[in-house]
């Protein structure tokens, strides 16, 4: 009995694993001053994954105290921001990674807003983190608050001054949450 318990303990976890390595891939991401862009550009290319960008509406100030600002103002008060995308097929993708930069210790309000408008029953989600120092803070807790009845891999974390040689870091993640 006990072989015959492991055996088929063995078969699933190897299913597993084989199956989050052939997963479709979706890599969703909001980026100000494009750290989380060279995170999800480098994702995409090490996983072969489609890539989606988070447009706000309104695009936030590119100064960076006004933005600081605002981004204050706006995770204070629980703002969600109008956004101009939509991913049509969400329902096609196995796996979702979603990054964010850190602002006031939680995630971006556009990504908050991208969160809210759609729905991850059974998917494999993820979240990506770049950080000027703030690490993870609340982020993956925020998220959590905000999607329901996912499955959540652990995040990545990654300081936005060392993201252009980031490549080993994401590639050792990517390997701890089974998709490589």
């Known amino acids: 009995m006990k072989q015959i318990l492991f055996t088929l303990v063995l078969f699933i976890m190897m299913t597993m694993c084989a199956n ?8 969703v991401y909001y980026s100000w001053g494009g750290n989380t862009r060279v995170v999800a550009e480098k994702l995409k290319a090490q996983l072969d994954a489609d890539i989606v960008e988070i447009v706000p509406e309104t ?4 100064d960076y105290s006004e933005c600081v600002a605002q981004a204050r103002k706006e995770t204070k008060a629980n703002f969600r921001p109008t956004i101009k995308t ?3 097929n969400l329902g096609d993708y196995d796996v979702i990674l979603v990054g964010t930069p850190n602002w006031c210790s939680t995630i971006a309000p556009p990504v908050a807003t991208f969160l809210e408008q759609n729905k991850f029953n059974g998917k494999k989600v993820a ?3 770049t950080h000027g120092g703030g690490g993870l803070s609340r982020c993956e807790s925020d998220m959590r608050n905000i999607v329901s009845n996912a499955y959540f891999l652990k995040s990545g974390v ?3 001054s060392n993201v252009a040689s980031s490549d080993d870091d994401i590639a ?3 390997k701890e949450i089974g998709l490589k």
């Open 20 to 27: 989050s390595q052939n997963s479709k891939v979706l890599v």
């Open 59 to 62: 695009a936030y100030p590119t």
């Open 86 to 88: 939509k991913v049509e």
């Open 127 to 129: 979240l990506f983190v």
């Open 158 to 160: 990654f300081s936005g």
């Open 172 to 174: 050792k993640w990517l």
